[in-house]
């Protein structure tokens, strides 16, 4: 082996924070999957944790928690009114997967893991629990009435985020 590979080896070897196994996306998948029901769920949950390292000193600073706290509490409501579009559109989902690999990404840097796997993995759970959101509500909907679909998807959205910012601590 020459002079010039050992560095880059060493280094590889000392960077462990960027290796991840399974377990450690079991957060991301969750905080993605709530910001697919709720797109402000996985966000409002990362900055109203109380942990904010690896958040740049705005977003860890108490305006930011009290806007993210608004932005969820107020789509807890709109989602609810008659004239609210799906959150099917393209241009939903885009924002629900951005917003959804954000939070998944941080989780991981909580973690000290590297944030693209989780992110990724955070933005694709998104998709997929937009779309099975929507299909699973709009059939309850029929049965037992949209608002009350609503609130309990509201409760497990806030409990996937939970659990998610459960396993990042």
Excluded: W, Y
């Excluded at 600073?61 to 807890?76: F, R, S």
């Excluded at 799906?86 to 941080?106: F, N």
């Excluded at 990724?120 to 759970?125: E, N």
């Amino acid at each position: 082996m020459t002079a010039r590979c050992r560095p880059v080896l060493a280094r590889r070897s000392r960077s462990r924070s960027s290796d991840i196994a399974a377990s450690d996306l079991l957060g991301p998948l969750l905080i993605g999957a709530a910001s697919g029901l709720r797109s402000q769920a996985g966000v409002a949950a990362v900055l109203l944790s109380g942990r904010s390292e690896g958040l740049p000193p705005q977003l860890g600073a108490p305006p930011a928690k009290i806007v993210a706290g608004a932005a969820a509490g107020g789509e807890l409501v709109v989602d609810k009114l008659p004239g609210t579009k799906s959150r099917l559109r393209p241009a939903s989902l885009v924002v629900r997967a951005l917003l959804g690999g954000l939070s998944a990404g941080q989780l991981a840097r909580r973690k000290q893991r590297g944030p693209v796997p989780a992110a990724v993995v955070g933005a694709l759970a998104a998709l997929v629990f937009a779309k099975g959101g929507h299909d699973v509500r709009a059939r309850l909907a029929n049965r037992f009435g949209d608002r009350k679909v609503a609130v309990v998807e509201d409760l497990i959205a806030a409990g996937l985020a939970a659990g998610a910012i459960s396993l990042s601590d």
